[in-house]
């Protein structure tokens, strides 16, 4: 039943409880990844997103989008739609502030026709919102909040739970005995579970802009190290760019307060020439980073992914592209154990996905750390070996495919999806 309709006049007559196997609360890219990979199964499955199907797709964001992400969308049977709307990298340049020098990576040194692709968050929310719509065993509810979760009696080996959900402005009540929560960053799902997270906020704040340049971006994205964060250049289609600056927080202010002319300066000075003039296409914006990471990603019952069980600094492009693994692992071992008759919501079975995507998530997020407390600094020792190690990594092939293979995704226990 899918509910996303904008602004009813009519209220649905409705039975104002509902009850299914599987609900997933939000429905932003990792939770809909969850659902496709929930597609055909016996399960019944709800989605619950806060937000109208458009608002939810509206996000002003481009993504690096890893190699292994794509294999996932091509598994979902997606890529067909989605691929031709994405920009492949042919080439991937790091370098250190404006030493000259850059590791440059291209395909032919990891596994894919790309180094990495840039993704609109509109380009993958319209495929999955289609997929999941078009899915018998999903209902897709937008404009549908989750106000809080409660243990509603005990389900056979494992734990069953109650939502309260308001959906323009009804009450509903629904029953589960899988919840996921794939509700981002400040997740109202691992907060009513109590569990705890690790991490910190960063000194530094990203600004995001758009932009169209006056010469050809050769499908090539930049990661520059300046001393005060790095700065991403992630070309898109038609010519444009986006850029991830991060900066110290106060600097960061300072220069979205800046008139646009002085603004461009300033950025112009971080982006060099290689590409001619720079023109703004959209607003900047500017967001908090921070490292965090679930204590648990799942209880009996009950399991979190996406932001909802991490989140990651934005060097590399890391923080969806772990989402998006966390979302079909999930799947695939609930699925399998549904296959084999055992019970997907116990401890037993999830724990098999907590063991499969924490260890990994541990290693990506204290890699995106090391890189920018190593790399956002002028320590002169640090600059040095900094700038051999460009040489070196550049130099020795087996290093950079190696390199390439850990931000990629492929170092760790692949889906059958991504295969
Ligand atoms: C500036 C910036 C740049 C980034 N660049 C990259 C990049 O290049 N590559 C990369 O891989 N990652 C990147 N990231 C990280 C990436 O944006 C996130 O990891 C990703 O968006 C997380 O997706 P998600 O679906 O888990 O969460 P979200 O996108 O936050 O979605 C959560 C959804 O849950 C819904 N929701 C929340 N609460 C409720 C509720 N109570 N009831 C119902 N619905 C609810 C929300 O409306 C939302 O739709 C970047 C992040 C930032 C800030």
Request: aromatic share 10%; glycine share 8%.
């Amino acid at each position: 039943m899918p509910v996303d309709l904008p602004s009813p006049t009519v209220r649905p007559s409705v039975n104002l409880t509902k009850t299914y196997d599987v609900v997933i609360v939000g429905g932003g890219i990792v939770g809909l990844t969850c659902a496709c990979g929930l597609r055909g199964s016996d399960l019944q499955v709800a989605v619950i997103e806060a937000q109208t199907a458009q608002q939810a797709a509206g996000r002003q964001r481009a993504y690096a989008f890893s190699p292994v992400s794509a294999s996932i969308l091509q598994g979902l049977g997606l890529w067909e739609t989605v691929g031709p709307q994405l920009t492949h990298f042919q080439r991937v340049k790091l370098s250190d502030a404006d030493y000259p020098k850059a590791i440059t990576f291209r395909p032919e040194d990891g596994r894919s026709d790309a180094v990495y692709y840039s993704a609109e968050h509109s380009v993958l929310m319209s495929a999955l919102q289609s997929a999941v719509r078009a899915a018998d065993n999903i209902d897709y509810w937008c404009e549908s909040r989750v106000l809080g979760s409660e243990p509603a009696g005990s389900a056979v080996d494992g734990a069953s739970t109650q939502l309260t959900v308001d959906f323009r402005g009804d009450r509903y009540t629904f029953h589960t005995s899988l919840l996921i929560g794939a509700d981002g960053s400040r997740s109202r799902v691992r907060a009513q579970a109590g569990i705890k997270t690790f991490g910190w906020q960063y000194w530094q704040s990203c600004i995001t802009a758009v932009l169209a340049p006056e010469k050809s971006h050769r499908s090539t994205a930049y990661e520059r190290f300046w001393p005060s964060g790095p700065f991403a250049i992630l070309p898109l289609p038609n010519n444009r760019c986006q850029i991830v600056w991060t900066a110290p927080h106060d600097e960061a202010k300072a220069m979205l307060a800046l008139p646009r002319e002085q603004f461009l300066a300033e950025l112009q000075a971080r982006y060099g020439d290689e590409m001619g003039d720079l023109t703004l296409v959209n607003e900047p914006m500017m967001f908090p980073v921070q490292l965090m990471h679930s204590r648990e990603y799942v209880r009996p019952g009950m399991a979190l992914i996406g932001d909802a069980a991490h989140c990651c600094h934005p060097v590399g492009g890391q923080g969806l592209n772990m989402g998006i693994r966390d979302a079909i692992a999930l799947s695939e071992v609930i699925q399998q154990a549904a296959q084999k008759g055992e019970n997907p919501s116990s401890l037993k079975v999830l724990k098999r996905y907590e063991r499969w995507r924490r260890t990994e998530n541990w290693f990506t997020l204290s890699l995106t750390d090391f890189l920018n407390r190593s790399f956002s600094n002028r320590f002169w020792p640090l600059v040095i070996a900094r700038r051999a190690g460009i040489w070196v990594l550049d130099s020795v092939g087996p290093l950079k495919r190696l390199i390439l293979q850990l931000m990629t995704g492929f170092f760790g226990k692949l889906p059958a999806k991504a295969k």
